[in-house]
């Protein structure tokens, strides 16, 4: 019953925060629609992008994925089993498979810890808990060998956290993320705060560990050149829903959904005239606030080709041709309708 | 491992030496007095400070030796200001982390529960107490320590919320750890710093409350010496024989001067990113 293939999917993902007034009685007064009904699947040994603006809720999904963020409603079948509804020792068996690799090198390492030790806690934290068998030998031992792999020697072991840039900080966290042999790794905005020059080598670094540890990835960014490079598929996202995905190459030759289209159009061409002569998309207004709930598409209010029906009813997700979905009206068959 | 790093920070082997001269005199007090603390001499009321008498540091208006006395209150001093710090701390901090770490209710009811407390000036809050319990030395370091719950409590909790929106925090919860677990090996080593600062000032603090409480006469009784009731008798003579007020006051000035500057020099060595500044 069970694709094999698929290691991890995303069914309706809610995650709704609520909003509280009062200051000893807290009342409920509506929610915050971070993730608003989020479906996806990931192949074994595939890279989905997960692209949209700030506060579009990308970040949410992976933290929601990975149970740090409650979810309100929806399944995450991660190799067929439900995530969302694991009680806490067995969630704790399957973090084994599912490691995050976080945004901020300065805040995703104790300053008080050696990078040896930062590296080696989640082995040992398994192996206090029985579930993983390694004495302490073993583990530096592992520990060291990771660092190594992702470019740190073992001079740098015993040093702390302050004394690393921020690439070689990104770096222990990698390693980190490598250590208890994960299938898939969540990789949040992994290299947006990082230098131009440093994302690169982390990106490369990726690549490499992609194909030597056979991970999967679930790849956040903001920046499309470094989707477009590092992932195979893109999921574009905007205000909790996914409104467009497609293979990399389609999405970036093709996009079919006017805010793709806009979000495409905003990239910046390193060369000033072709950057004059082209049509840009300029979206009008804000993003409206997710607390309001609204019935049609998300998008519709800002949409250049908004049509009547789209603040009525919201658009699925429909595939257009192959491998390629897209959630708008524009492009959906009459029967579809 | 050569030396060990807090030998290696100059202000705090001030503060060690001069703590450890408190701790040697105290533990001489036990055996040894030059005089005794409380025998009174009519013959001997207000000597100046001079050595062919024997009264080294005078004598105070009812002819009992001053650096006796001092001596004597060593041990009293160290004792309240130890326990009392000891007190607040311990069950200051654990409300703060608690209340800090949980948040929602707890932290409400607990942080409503020092805010009183905090309402309070503390030097009255102090005498409130004494007043309640009546005097005695073990009455002074409850009083001291309770009026150092919400201090530390306080601090604590501000330190834990700051540190708990960290993504290292969440980078543990995904490697498996429990509450617990992230509590000891990840909160409470990053909150150490200012803890250390709020300990080595509510040690000498606790010295002068003590000495404030004496002097008020709720705090150790006379003819027991402490430093503060030797202020406060001092009071009434110290126009006209001011060692009886100097040396008790050097007293406190140099042990309060010796628990900052181990405070400070802890904190340095204990965090890896002011360690090797130096």
């Not at chain 2, 209710?105 to 409503?112: F, L, Y």
């Not at chain 2, 090996?185 to 040690?203: E, G, K, M, R």
Request: proline content about 5%; overall charge positive; charged content about 20%.
């Amino acid at each position: 019953m069970v694709d094999k293939e698929i290691l991890l999917e995303v069914k309706d993902l809610k995650v709704h925060f609520p909003i509280e007034k009062g200051l000893l009685i807290k009342k409920n007064i509506g929610s915050i629609r971070a993730v608003d009904g989020v479906s996806f699947s990931l192949r074994q040994g595939e890279s989905l992008g997960l692209v949209g603006e700030s506060g579009c809720g990308k970040s949410t999904t992976i933290m929601a994925i990975s149970r740090l963020e409650r979810i309100t409603s929806g399944q995450v079948l991660f190799e067929g089993q439900d995530l969302s509804l694991m009680k806490e020792q067995e969630l704790i068996r399957a973090r084994q498979n599912f490691q995050i690799i976080f945004q901020d090198p300065y805040s995703s390492l104790d300053p008080r810890m050696r990078a040896l030790d930062i590296v080696s806690e989640p082995l040992r934290i398994f192996a206090k808990k029985g579930i993983i068998t390694l004495d302490d030998a073993s583990i530096e031992k592992k520990a060291l060998s990771l660092l190594d792999r992702c470019g740190l020697s073992s001079t740098f072991a015993d040093r702390y956290p302050h004394e690393f840039s921020g690439g070689q900080r990104q770096r222990i966290g990698i390693a980190r993320s490598l250590s208890l042999g994960p299938k898939l790794i969540l990789a949040d905005e992994p290299v947006s705060a990082l230098d131009v020059s440093i994302q690169s080598q982390i990106l490369n670094l990726l690549k490499d560990l992609q194909d030597e540890f056979n991970l999967t990835f679930l790849f956040i960014a903001h920046d499309l050149a470094v989707v477009e490079y590092f992932c195979s598929r893109v999921a574009v996202m905007y205000l909790g829903n996914i409104v467009e995905t497609a293979s990399s190459k389609t999405l970036y030759e093709h996009p079919l959904h006017p805010y793709t289209k806009a979000l495409l159009s905003a990239v910046p061409i390193p060369d000033p005239i072709a950057g004059k002569n082209r049509k840009r998309t300029i979206l009008k207004g804000d993003v409206p606030s997710p607390s309001q709930v609204r019935p049609g598409c998300p998008f519709a209010d800002r949409c250049p080709q908004a049509m009547e029906i789209c603040t009525k009813k919201r658009p699925p997700l429909v595939e257009i041709s192959n491998q390629h979905e897209v959630a708008c009206f524009l492009y959906h068959d009459q029967e579809v309708l | 491992m050569k030396t060990p790093r807090l030998l290696r920070n100059g202000i705090a082997v001030a503060g060690l030496v001069l703590i450890l001269l408190y701790v040697f005199i105290s533990v001489i007090s036990f055996f040894w007095l030059p005089f005794d603390p409380l025998a009174m001499d009519a013959k001997q009321i207000l000597q100046s400070p001079s050595f062919s008498t024997g009264h080294v540091f005078g004598t105070d208006e009812f002819g009992r030796d001053i650096l006796s006395r001092i001596m004597k209150g060593t041990s009293v001093s160290f004792i309240i200001s130890i326990s009392a710090t000891s007190l607040g701390a311990v069950i200051g901090i654990f409300m703060g982390v608690w209340a800090g770490y949980l948040g929602g209710k707890a932290d409400n009811i607990i942080m409503r529960f020092a805010d009183i407390l905090f309402s309070f000036p503390s030097l009255l809050l102090a005498i409130f107490i004494m007043a309640i319990l009546g005097e005695h030395t073990y009455n002074v370091v409850l009083a001291i320590g309770i009026v150092y719950i919400p201090q530390f409590a306080r601090i604590s909790r501000g330190a834990i919320i700051a540190l708990k929106g960290n993504e290292f925090i969440r980078a543990a919860k995904s490697n498996g750890a429990g509450r617990s677990y992230i509590l000891v090996h990840h909160l409470l080593p990053n909150i150490t710093a200012p803890l250390i600062v709020q300990i080595s000032l509510s040690l000498s603090t606790a010295i002068l409350l003590e000495s404030a409480l004496s002097f008020l006469g709720l705090g150790v009784q006379p003819p027991n010496p402490s430093w503060g009731n030797m202020l406060s008798s001092a009071r009434k003579v110290m126009m006209f024989a001011p060692w009886t007020a100097v040396y008790p006051g050097l007293a406190i000035v140099l042990l309060v001067l010796g628990f900052n500057l181990l405070g400070d020099g802890l904190r340095d060595m204990l965090d890896p990113r002011l360690r090797n500044v130096r």
